[in-house]
């Protein structure tokens, strides 16, 4: 019994301590809130559990059981608000949501209290008490368990799209929940109904210090929650009033000792006067002192920049979208630096050679509304206009200084100068700004990091200035790679929308001059026969520029599709030679390929004949005379069959074959000149071939001719089953 109230004792001091320190932190946020009813339920919880197991009344017992059922819908319902929250300022959910939710919880909580959802306790032998469910518990069920299952599914989520130390903190949180509500389940829900066994519930109150042990480790290491504020300045009150207290009382007891004879109005007046002021003087000297040593405690002054830089390295490596770098960036520099609040303006180039804020990213702002810029606004120019990282206390020194100079000077521009330095440290000062970071790259402004002042009060020194540059960097860094990457996904995107809508009317084109050509509709006399030959093939040249443009956009964006199936590779390249030989026969080559009994390849054969015709149709175009051999061979051992093109053409030196498999890349020679391509069906047959699962290499001698090889994986039975 005793060792009961003992565990039931630190379960209620564990919830409600951390409870109220979390809500103390910022009593705005939702988060903060949330855990706190969180932490409430579960205090309420485990007193209405032991009640529920030492109650000797029948009825009573019953009553505290329905009552335990009413708390876990409070644990079910705040969990969930939690989880969609964190870590949020505010709750992004539907008012009309929020209140369906919060009537479904009030009716479920009054179903609990009534005989629906327990009708009875029917004792078992080994003296406990089993209750018996009733209808209303088919109703309850669902209700709590469908919340606390999406709620943790929804940790998860968040936990696999976090990074760095925002990762470890929803990690600890969700192990810390899961592992309580599994105990919960099991012991007070599970063991009871299923098997008849009530015995674990005694111990239930340590489950939720399980989830409180967790979550005060991941406050302690990871800053989750950072209560470290409100704990110092709970230390420091705490300590000022018992040290006052103690001082005072130890002077008026001795000062009373040594004036106890004699003992008057006056002298205990004085008495009281003289431990009074030494209460005071000693005041502030023991508040500095004691906000030193928690300091020392609870906020670390030391790290080291090569590791912080390391750890944010890491953790931008595979990042692209900006959103998301910002983001690591700043939690990093809030973490480290022990800040309040941090923003980010990510700037762009608008009208006459201004800048524009195009993004803004912030951490620890109750309100996003007050750090908007309007354009009028003197901060984005002046910080175009200053490179170097600037503290506001000492924007705000040179401004006292120009004071005196302004009352002797009539220059205009220092004037105005002067005016729009005080605009900005004036809005810093709004912003609660203690440091600005610009952010530059070649002499170019592409934004602008401003932090608060540190939560422990101590000033930025030199080392942190070293450390922001360095960071800044960083940011610089992650948001030249993401307006990169958006440049290319808006050309991909272009060159996409563009090449369909090209397509279309050339291809008309192109049927039109075909009719008029070979089926001879019409009167067209042999000049003018001539001209529309000539737009015929420059027609024919260009849909085949837009098709590999458009083959370059589905590759690049991933949208390209291959659907691999048996293919014969024998039919596949007499396909190809039947359809050029014409081509080869105008330039007098010959086209060599002898069949041979291979095995099946696995391929997709419309994208195989794109890479044969483009190919051959490459060896013909760079061979003047000779002729153009196809050959195939088995790699039984690797299990590949290797298809090779070889030519008796100009050929390549080494240092154009380097280049030969990127975009729009022509060799040129006085031997290419007058030779038609776009320079993309090399990088697009590569492309084709490694998403096939083979490879393409070549070969060459300059003047002796060209062998492009490559390989396609032979079929095999278990291949088939693959779509």
């Given at each position: 019994?005793?060792?009961?109230?003992v565990?039931?004792?630190?379960?209620?001091?564990a919830n409600?301590t951390?409870g109220?320190?979390?809500?103390?932190?910022?009593?705005?946020?939702?988060?903060?809130?949330?855990?706190f009813?969180?932490?409430?339920?579960?205090?309420?919880?485990?007193?209405?559990?032991?009640?529920?197991?030492?109650?000797d009344?029948l009825?009573?017992r019953l009553f505290?059981?329905?009552a335990?059922?009413?708390?876990?819908?409070?644990q079910?319902?705040?969990f969930y608000?939690?989880?969609?929250?964190?870590?949020?300022?505010s709750?992004?959910m539907?008012?009309t949501?929020?209140?369906?939710?919060?009537?479904?919880?009030?009716?479920?909580s009054?179903?609990?209290?009534?005989?629906?959802?327990?009708?009875s306790?029917?004792?078992?032998?080994d003296?406990?008490?089993?209750p018996?469910p009733?209808?209303?518990?088919?109703?309850?069920?669902?209700?709590?368990?469908?919340?606390?299952?999406?709620?943790l599914?929804?940790?998860?989520?968040?936990?696999?799209?976090a990074?760095?130390?925002?990762?470890?903190?929803?990690n600890l949180?969700?192990?810390?929940l899961?592992?309580?509500?599994?105990l919960?389940?099991f012991f007070?829900?599970?063991?009871?109904l299923?098997?008849?066994?009530?015995?674990?519930?005694?111990?239930s109150?340590?489950f939720?210090?399980?989830?409180?042990?967790f979550?005060?480790?991941?406050?302690?290491?990871?800053?989750?929650?950072?209560?470290?504020?409100v704990?110092?300045?709970t230390?420091?009150?705490?300590?000022?009033?018992t040290?006052?207290?103690?001082?005072?009382?130890?002077?008026?007891l001795?000062?009373?000792?040594?004036?106890?004879?004699?003992?008057?109005?006056?002298?205990?007046?004085?008495i009281?006067?003289?431990?009074?002021?030494?209460?005071?003087?000693?005041?502030?000297?023991?508040?500095?002192w004691?906000?030193?040593?928690?300091?020392?405690?609870?906020?670390?002054?030391?790290?080291?920049?090569?590791?912080?830089?390391?750890e944010?390295?890491?953790?931008?490596?595979?990042?692209?979208?900006?959103?998301?770098a910002l983001?690591?960036v700043m939690?990093?520099?809030?973490?480290?630096?022990?800040?309040?609040?941090?923003?980010?303006?990510?700037?762009?180039?608008?009208?006459?050679?201004?800048f524009?804020?195009?993004?803004?990213?912030?951490?620890?702002?109750?309100?996003?509304?007050?750090?908007?810029?309007?354009?009028?606004?003197?901060?984005v120019?002046?910080?175009?206009?200053?490179p170097?990282?600037?503290?506001?206390?000492?924007?705000?020194?040179d401004?006292?200084?120009?004071?005196?100079?302004?009352?002797?000077?009539?220059?205009?521009?220092f004037v105005?100068?002067?005016a729009?330095?005080?605009?900005?440290?004036?809005?810093?000062?709004?912003?609660e700004?203690?440091v600005?970071?610009?952010?530059?790259?070649?002499g170019?402004?592409?934004?602008?990091?401003?932090?608060?002042?540190?939560?422990?009060?101590?000033a930025?020194?030199?080392?942190?200035?070293?450390?922001l540059?360095?960071?800044g960097?960083?940011?610089i860094?992650?948001?030249?790679?993401?307006?990169?990457?958006?440049g290319?996904?808006?050309?991909s995107?272009?060159?996409?929308?563009?090449?369909?809508?090209?397509?279309?009317?050339?291809?008309?084109?192109?049927?039109?001059?075909?009719?008029?050509?070979?089926?001879?509709?019409?009167q067209?006399?042999e000049k003018?026969?001539?001209?529309?030959?000539?737009?015929?093939?420059?027609?024919?040249?260009l849909?085949?520029?837009?098709?590999d443009?458009l083959?370059?956009?589905r590759?690049?964006?991933?949208?390209?599709?291959?659907?691999?199936?048996q293919?014969?590779?024998?039919k596949?390249?007499?396909?190809?030679?039947?359809q050029?030989?014409?081509?080869?026969?105008n330039?007098n080559?010959?086209?060599?390929?002898e069949?041979?009994?291979?095995?099946?390849v696995?391929?997709d054969?419309?994208?195989?004949m794109?890479?044969?015709?483009?190919?051959?149709s490459?060896?013909?175009?760079?061979?003047?005379?000779?002729?153009?051999?196809?050959s195939?061979?088995?790699?039984?051992?690797?299990?590949?069959?290797?298809?090779?093109?070889?030519?008796?053409?100009?050929?390549m030196?080494?240092?154009?074959?380097?280049?030969?498999?990127t975009?729009?890349?022509r060799?040129?020679?006085?031997?290419?000149?007058?030779?038609?391509?776009t320079?993309?069906?090399?990088?697009?047959?590569?492309s084709?071939?490694?998403?096939?699962?083979?490879?393409?290499?070549?070969?060459?001698?300059?003047?002796?001719?060209?062998?492009?090889?490559?390989?396609?994986?032979?079929?095999?039975?278990?291949?088939?089953?693959?779509?």
């Amino acid at each position: 019994m005793l060792l009961e109230l003992v565990i039931l004792g630190i379960a209620i001091i564990a919830n409600s301590t951390v409870g109220i320190l979390v809500f103390l932190r910022n009593t705005k946020s939702a988060t903060s809130k949330f855990f706190f009813l969180l932490s409430v339920a579960l205090t309420c919880w485990v007193t209405v559990t032991y009640l529920s197991v030492h109650t000797d009344n029948l009825s009573l017992r019953l009553f505290w059981t329905r009552a335990v059922m009413v708390t876990a819908i409070g644990q079910a319902l705040y969990f969930y608000l939690l989880a969609r929250s964190f870590p949020e300022i505010s709750l992004k959910m539907e008012t009309t949501k929020l209140r369906l939710l919060f009537a479904g919880g009030t009716l479920v909580s009054a179903i609990a209290l009534s005989p629906f959802l327990f009708t009875s306790l029917v004792r078992q032998a080994d003296g406990s008490y089993n209750p018996t469910p009733g209808p209303g518990f088919l109703l309850f069920l669902p209700y709590a368990l469908g919340l606390i299952g999406t709620g943790l599914w929804i940790l998860i989520r968040k936990m696999t799209h976090a990074h760095g130390i925002r990762k470890t903190q929803v990690n600890l949180l969700l192990t810390g929940l899961t592992l309580m509500f599994l105990l919960i389940i099991f012991f007070n829900l599970l063991f009871p109904l299923l098997f008849h066994y009530s015995k674990g519930i005694v111990i239930s109150p340590l489950f939720t210090v399980i989830f409180v042990g967790f979550t005060a480790y991941a406050i302690v290491t990871q800053h989750l929650f950072d209560i470290r504020l409100v704990i110092k300045r709970t230390v420091i009150f705490t300590s000022l009033v018992t040290l006052t207290f103690a001082i005072y009382t130890v002077i008026i007891l001795l000062l009373s000792r040594i004036f106890q004879q004699g003992n008057t109005s006056f002298q205990g007046f004085a008495i009281n006067l003289v431990a009074a002021l030494a209460v005071g003087f000693s005041f502030e000297p023991m508040q500095k002192w004691i906000s030193e040593r928690t300091d020392k405690w609870l906020f670390k002054k030391e790290y080291e920049q090569q590791v912080v830089i390391a750890e944010l390295s890491k953790n931008l490596n595979d990042v692209i979208a900006m959103d998301e770098a910002l983001e690591i960036v700043m939690q990093t520099i809030v973490r480290v630096l022990h800040l309040k609040h941090a923003v980010t303006y990510v700037f762009q180039r608008g009208e006459k050679n201004s800048f524009g804020v195009k993004q803004v990213k912030q951490v620890g702002y109750a309100s996003s509304s007050r750090l908007i810029l309007e354009d009028k606004d003197f901060t984005v120019p002046y910080f175009t206009d200053h490179p170097q990282t600037v503290l506001v206390r000492d924007l705000g020194g040179d401004l006292e200084r120009e004071e005196e100079l302004l009352k002797k000077s009539q220059d205009g521009e220092f004037v105005r100068a002067h005016a729009i330095k005080q605009a900005v440290v004036k809005k810093l000062e709004s912003l609660e700004g203690a440091v600005a970071v610009p952010l530059h790259l070649n002499g170019q402004p592409i934004g602008l990091i401003i932090l608060s002042e540190k939560l422990n009060g101590e000033a930025y020194h030199q080392g942190d200035l070293s450390l922001l540059e360095v960071v800044g960097g960083q940011a610089i860094s992650s948001i030249q790679k993401a307006k990169l990457y958006e440049g290319d996904q808006m050309k991909s995107e272009f060159v996409s929308i563009a090449s369909h809508e090209l397509l279309t009317p050339i291809s008309a084109i192109e049927g039109y001059l075909s009719m008029i050509l070979e089926e001879n509709i019409g009167q067209v006399d042999e000049k003018a026969r001539d001209y529309l030959g000539k737009v015929y093939t420059s027609a024919k040249r260009l849909s085949l520029l837009i098709k590999d443009l458009l083959s370059v956009s589905r590759i690049e964006s991933g949208k390209m599709k291959i659907e691999p199936q048996q293919l014969d590779m024998n039919k596949m390249i007499t396909d190809t030679t039947d359809q050029l030989r014409f081509m080869a026969a105008n330039k007098n080559l010959t086209l060599n390929f002898e069949a041979k009994t291979i095995p099946l390849v696995w391929a997709d054969p419309d994208r195989t004949m794109q890479i044969m015709v483009n190919l051959v149709s490459n060896s013909i175009k760079y061979t003047k005379e000779g002729s153009i051999t196809i050959s195939i061979d088995v790699e039984k051992r690797d299990g590949f069959l290797r298809t090779s093109i070889t030519d008796t053409g100009i050929g390549m030196s080494k240092a154009q074959m380097q280049h030969l498999f990127t975009q729009f890349y022509r060799v040129q020679s006085d031997e290419t000149t007058g030779i038609a391509g776009t320079g993309l069906g090399l990088y697009i047959c590569k492309s084709i071939i490694e998403k096939m699962g083979g490879n393409i290499d070549v070969k060459s001698v300059t003047g002796k001719g060209t062998t492009f090889s490559f390989t396609l994986p032979l079929f095999k039975v278990e291949t088939s089953t693959l779509t």
